[in-house]
Nanobody
């Protein structure tokens, strides 16, 4: 079970830190991803991190502004979002990679089989 939190309503240029805690399972063996989705649009990868943390992925639209990290001692993954823009507004979901021990930061939704409930991020202009 994944529980995401940290969303909210902020202004352009502000920062937010999303957290996702994984309850149960072997968190440290799985890559993790953050995705976002707006109504009527597909869910897309924003950032991902491999199980070792050695490999990461960032969507072009967030490179240089977002960072992803994980703390295996806390069974948690984080998304630090800086310099937020209105186009970052979406429901953000964390997810666990279905492939254990693959040291790849995956970006396709079909590679993930456990999803959190989503947390809303709204950035006002």
């Amino acid at each position: 079970q994944l529980q995401a939190s940290g969303g909210g309503l902020v202004q352009t240029g502000d920062s937010l830190r999303l957290s996702c805690v994984v309850i149960g399972g072997t968190f440290s063996s799985y890559g993790m991803g953050w995705f976002r989705q707006n109504p009527g649009k597909e869910r897309v990868a924003v950032a991902a991190i491999s199980w070792t943390g050695a490999n990461t992925y960032f969507a072009d639209s967030v490179k240089g502004r977002f960072t992803i990290s994980r703390d295996n001692t806390q069974n948690s993954v984080y998304l630090q979002m800086n310099n937020l823009k209105p186009e970052d507004s979406a429901v953000y979901y964390c997810a666990a990679d279905r492939h254990p021990l693959g040291d790849i930061a995956r970006t396709e939704t079909y590679d993930y089989n456990d999803w959190g409930q989503g947390t809303q991020v709204t950035v006002s202009s």
